[in-house]
């Protein structure tokens, strides 16, 4: 048989349902071999009219039943949370099955033109052993499998929507991030530029060029899902050269990025909300010394980032927590993390009188990244 062959064959039982069909036959099949112990006593069975008689009644009601249970009564109940009524509609269903196998013992006895009792040994003889050591657990048995792998199948299947909606909420939220800059950031840079312009022209030429390569690389240049670690942190360096232009001389910036070596790759903008937020809560009192010290190395494949602010006490407690510019809260990030890099990072987050730490330690891959092609700029 050809593999095309087969392959139709299968399209041909899933499109019609039949191996839902042999599913059953093969079950009952094997539970009626069990329960007699010899497999070559059930096929001497099977060949009897009323052998088959009594294998397609547990065929046939108990797949009825089941698939009552999973495309009636899972839907209209148990999905909608009333689950009382789904446990005793399910009772109610077995014992309707096993009821319906018993009478169909009955019917193949007549069959055989023998008493049931007899032809089956069944002792006492009344419908309630039948129904009681015979139909009752086979049903019972059906329906719990049934049961698990439809309630199986529907919790992978909530599963898999579940990480696609994650995956498109922040695949959103980063195309929104892309796309919006933050107001306060590019109003105060532009103006900082402006002042420059006669104060130190130079100076004013370099920090446009900065600036148009911030916004390049924001917008066209980080559309995988992981980037190269050498260009974040190139964006990183450029994103604090021009948030300093604004700071007086009050200001202290003490940073140590190390140079990377490798094909390391990192997922974008997972490290920025963190010194947007150090910006952030530096106190606006001039009086008061303002300072960042921040230090990103690399240890092997781990990536050791350390962030350190003054923060006003005052300031902290008037900022709603995880504020940060851009839109993506420290409560995001810390989402980002977990889905992004599950059991692959730590992170501590430490808030002072007048200082706040952040120390993130996260494992990297070497991964092939193929660049998008660029759409602008």
């Not at 139709?8 to 039982?13: G, K, P, S, T, V």
């Not at 089956?120 to 048995?141: D, M, Q, R, W």
């Not at 202290?252 to 937020?277: H, R």
């Not at 010394?289 to 921040?294: G, M, S, T």
Request: hydrophobic content about 45%; proline content about 4%; overall charge neutral.
């Amino acid at each position: 048989m050809t593999t095309n062959s087969l392959t139709h064959i299968i399209a041909f039982l899933e499109r019609y349902k039949i191996h839902h069909v042999l599913f059953w036959a093969v079950y009952h099949f094997a539970w009626w071999t069990v329960f007699s112990g010899s497999i070559s006593v059930v096929f001497e069975s099977i060949m009897l009219p009323y052998g088959i008689v009594k294998y397609l009644g547990y065929v046939v009601y108990q797949a009825l039943g089941v698939y009552f249970c999973l495309y009636v009564l899972i839907p209209k109940f148990l999905q909608n949370g009333r689950y009382i009524p789904f446990f005793l509609a399910t009772i109610g269903i077995i014992i309707l099955m096993s009821a319906a196998i018993t009478a169909n013992y009955y019917l193949a006895a007549f069959i055989a033109d023998e008493s049931v009792y007899e032809l089956y040994n069944i002792s006492p003889e009344t419908p309630i052993t039948i129904f009681k050591h015979n139909a009752l657990p086979s049903c019972v048995g059906a329906a719990t499998l049934g049961l698990s792998i439809k309630l199986t199948k529907i919790w992978i299947a909530s599963q898999k929507r579940q990480q696609a909606l994650e995956k498109e909420k922040l695949e959103t939220e980063l195309k929104f991030l892309k796309s919006q800059f933050n107001p306060h950031f590019l109003f105060n840079t532009i103006n900082s530029i402006f002042v420059l312009i006669n104060k130190n022209p130079k100076m004013a030429s370099d920090s446009l060029v900065k600036f148009s390569s911030l916004l390049r690389y924001q917008l066209y240049e980080c559309n995988s899902h992981k980037i190269p670690l050498k260009n974040e942190l190139a964006y990183i360096e450029s994103f604090i050269e021009l948030e300093s232009l604004r700071q007086n001389q009050n200001f202290e910036l003490k940073t140590s990025i190390q140079k990377v070596e490798g094909d390391f790759n990192i997922a974008p903008f997972i490290l920025i909300p963190f010194i947007e937020n150090a910006f952030k809560h530096l106190s606006e009192d001039q009086n008061l010394k303002k300072w960042i010290h921040l230090n990103i190395n690399m240890d092997e494949e781990n990536l050791n980032f350390e962030l350190i602010n003054s923060a006003n006490f005052n300031l902290q407690q008037a900022l709603p927590e995880g504020l940060a510019y851009g839109g993506l809260g420290l409560n995001n990030v810390k989402r980002r993390l977990a889905i992004i890099y599950p059991h692959e990072h730590t992170l501590l987050i430490t808030k002072g009188k007048d200082n706040h730490t952040v120390t993130l330690n996260l494992k990297l891959e070497h991964e092939l990244i193929i660049p998008l092609k660029k759409v602008g700029g």
